[in-house]
């Protein structure tokens, strides 16, 4: 089975900067693609960023601008920059990832999930 493990979470001031880190590890053919979400307490997961394969993003309309997702297909990870950050950015952070395990066998993979606090 795949897993994934994300890393870089922490507490950071408002106007700063975090970068977080996630690794798919297990039975990989390639990668759909992969994606971050967050979510607060009492409230439902969104999603931030994704990205595929060949470098297409997508970001949600509050962290454009500000947030930047990447991935090294070979190293099968992928990353999320974020700047300037503001209290309401506050969340546990979840890397998501849909990867093929063969040419016509794919899973969809969640993370443990890392906290981001933005706070002086």
């Known amino acids: 089975q795949v897993q994934l493990v994300e890393s870089g979470g922490g507490l950071v001031q408002p106007g700063g900067s975090l970068s977080l880190s996630c690794a798919a590890s297990?039975?990989?053919?390639?990668?759909?693609?992969m994606a971050w979400y967050r979510q607060a307490p009492g409230k439902e997961r969104e999603l931030v960023a994704t990205i595929d394969s060949s470098g297409i993003t997508d970001y949600a309309d509050f962290v454009k601008g500000r947030f930047t997702i990447s991935i090294d297909v070979a190293k099968n990870m992928v990353y999320l920059q974020m700047n300037s950050l503001k209290p309401e950015d506050t969340d546990v952070y979840y890397c998501?990832?849909?990867?093929?395990?063969?040419?016509?066998?794919?899973?969809?993979?969640w993370g443990q999930g890392t906290q981001v606090t933005v706070s002086s």
């Open positions: 998501y990832a849909k990867i093929f395990s063969s040419p016509t066998t794919w899973d969809r993979v």
């Open positions: 297990g039975s990989i053919f390639s990668i759909g693609h």
